[in-house]
């Protein structure tokens, strides 16, 4: 039997049973309430609903009135990074989710959460029963350090951290829920925006945290935190750093806090930042002047009562995590101080030989993100950890797309990734407009696989379960001050969905 009859014959199997749900999606109803649109319209399916899936489907919907999109979310809450990633303190940021709520109500998406694409229903499938799948499962896995004491106690990664403060579930319990909060001195391998976010919030003032949407247990936790210094590290010199001004000059101004940076560090970069672009040149001189300039009086008052202290130290590689006798707990990390050669992007550290220990309880590298491949059917390049394709047309599997930090790497801001989103969905409707993605012929959709997953044992969460969810935790924040409480498993949120 070929695997196209055997996807409809576990629909006919499925749609002859008598439940609600069965008898409506037999109707053309699909759980969520929308009207199936049509069995002939062109059928995408989208695995992610980060901001790549969302924007994907944003413009597929736009470009083509009669394509029917539906999205696939592992977790049953939706938005990605927008919600487990971006800061609690940046709730600007997170007005995506206005217009991604709008393109999950449009008539012509359905969101499926809880399903995990690659475990509860493959790539293959998806691809039998839509014209075209997208890939935009963003970037989940990280890149590891790999020094030896990189497993002790203590070291974490800024996905844990990240994942630890935002609720994200499986990062709340056991080792990754009990930071080691405890010490003085934190370090934070990388300088881009997610480890400022890092450093910030370790030296946040608690009242400045508390009307966020960070989590309960960690709000707790860095209330009682003893940390009181943090030093970002990076390999290369200032002029090299991959944060954006923005978020340095957050960290200079943060309450309570003062920078502690080595001048040296800093000899001849006020004579290099003549030459360098605009945005990098206000970035390098904000730090200049953070570094070098006496404070005027009143930052001098304010950095007299600062009680936490944060600064860059850099040219500086990781080469080791030290531990006490018994082997169970950071107590340092040994650093090798590198010079650079060459200037500017493309400046190379060159290890010199000497090396530094600095005393410190609590190690996170923010080195980056990286994708995981999905499975062994679809092309993956292992080396830059991305699909491999042209403007979103995955190289050499027709019907096949992708989106988002699959598709260019972890790097960018949500612009970045709205940019190349629409892109890809431009690639596709290209192919469909001209003939090279064949929709003539119709596919079942979403209704083929929601029998596979009911088969499974799965059900799946739409858009509007989501609203519930959505609904109880902004209830449970606003008893606390905040703008929501979020959930914090998985269990919990299937429990209010499934209310
Ligand atoms: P993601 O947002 O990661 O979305 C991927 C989605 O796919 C997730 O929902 C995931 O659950 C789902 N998924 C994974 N595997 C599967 C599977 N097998 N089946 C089904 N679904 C799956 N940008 C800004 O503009 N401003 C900021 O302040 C900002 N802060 C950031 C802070 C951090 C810590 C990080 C890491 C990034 C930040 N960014 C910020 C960047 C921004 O988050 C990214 O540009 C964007 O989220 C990338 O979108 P994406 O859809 O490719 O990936």
Redesign the pocket.
């Known amino acids: 039997m070929s695997f196209h009859k055997v996807l409809l014959s576990e629909l006919k199997l499925w749609t002859s049973g008598r439940s609600r749900w069965r008898s409506r999606l037999h109707d053309g109803v699909s759980r969520s309430g929308k009207v199936s649109f049509s069995s002939c319209s062109p059928k995408v399916c989208i695995?992610?609903?980060?901001?790549?899936?969302?924007?994907t489907a944003q413009h597929l919907m736009k470009a083509r009135q009669d394509v029917e999109v539906d999205i696939?979310?592992?977790?049953p809450v939706?938005?990605?990074?927008?919600?487990?990633?971006?800061?609690p303190d940046?709730p600007e940021?997170k007005n995506?989710i206005n217009t991604f709520t709008q393109t999950a109500k449009h008539s012509h998406c359905n969101f499926y959460g809880n399903?995990?694409?690659?475990?509860?229903v493959s790539v293959e499938e998806l691809q039998q029963a839509y014209h075209a799948v997208v890939l935009?499962?963003?970037?989940?896995g990280n890149r590891s350090m790999r020094i030896p004491g990189e497993d002790l106690a203590g070291v974490y990664s800024?996905?844990d951290f990240?994942g630890w403060y935002?609720g994200l579930p499986n990062y709340q319990s056991g080792m990754s829920g009990s930071y080691y909060l405890s010490c003085e001195t934190a370090v934070v391998l990388g300088q881009g925006?997610?480890a400022i976010?890092?450093a910030r919030i370790l030296l946040s003032p608690i009242d400045m945290l508390k009307t966020t949407d960070i989590t309960q247990p960690a709000l707790e936790a860095l209330a009682a935190s003893q940390v009181r210094r943090v030093l970002i590290v990076g390999r290369r010199g200032p002029m090299q750093v991959a944060c954006t001004i923005k978020?340095l000059r957050e960290m200079v101004n943060l309450p309570g806090t003062k920078p502690d940076m080595l001048a040296a560090d800093f000899d001849g970069v006020a004579q290099a930042v003549k030459d360098v672009p605009r945005p990098r040149r206000r970035l390098t001189e904000l730090m200049l002047k953070t570094a070098l300039e006496i404070p005027g009086e009143k930052e001098q008052a304010r950095r007299n009562k600062a009680s936490r202290i944060w600064g860059f130290r850099f040219f500086r590689s990781p080469i080791e995590v030290l531990a006490d006798p018994d082997r169970n707990r950071t107590t340092a990390i040994r650093l090798a101080i590198n010079r650079l050669e060459g200037s500017g992007e493309g400046a190379r550290a060159v290890l010199t030989g000497e090396v530094e220990d600095v005393s410190c309880g609590l190690v996170i590298s923010s080195i980056g993100?990286r994708s995981?491949p999905?499975n062994g059917s679809v092309p993956f390049d292992t080396h830059k950890a991305i699909i491999p394709n042209t403007m979103g047309r995955v190289q050499q599997a027709a019907g096949l797309y992708c989106?988002?930090?699959?598709?260019t790497g972890?790097?960018?801001?949500?612009?970045?990734?709205m940019n190349n989103?629409f892109d890809t969905a431009r690639s596709l409707v290209e192919d469909m407009d001209s003939g090279i993605l064949h929709v003539s012929s119709a596919k079942p959709g979403s209704q083929v696989i929601s029998a596979l997953l009911e088969k499974r044992g799965v059900k799946p969460v739409t858009f509007s379960d989501w609203e519930k969810i959505d609904h109880v935790e902004v209830r449970r924040g606003e008893a606390v001050g905040k703008p929501r409480e979020k959930l914090l498993s998985v269990e919990e949120m299937l429990q209010v969905a499934q209310r």
Do not use: C, M, Q
Not at 72 to 75: A, F, G, S
Not at 78 to 87: D, I, M
Not at 115 to 120: E, F, L, R, S
Not at 410 to 417: F, K, N
């Open positions: 695995v992610g609903s980060g901001p790549a899936g969302f924007y696939y979310e592992r977790l939706p938005f990605g990074l927008v919600r487990f990633g971006v800061a940046h940021v995506v399903v995990t694409v690659g475990k509860d935009s499962y963003g970037a989940e800024a996905k990240v935002n925006n997610v976010d890092v978020e993100y995981l999905i989106s988002g930090w699959l598709k972890p790097t960018g801001v949500i612009a970045t990734t989103s």
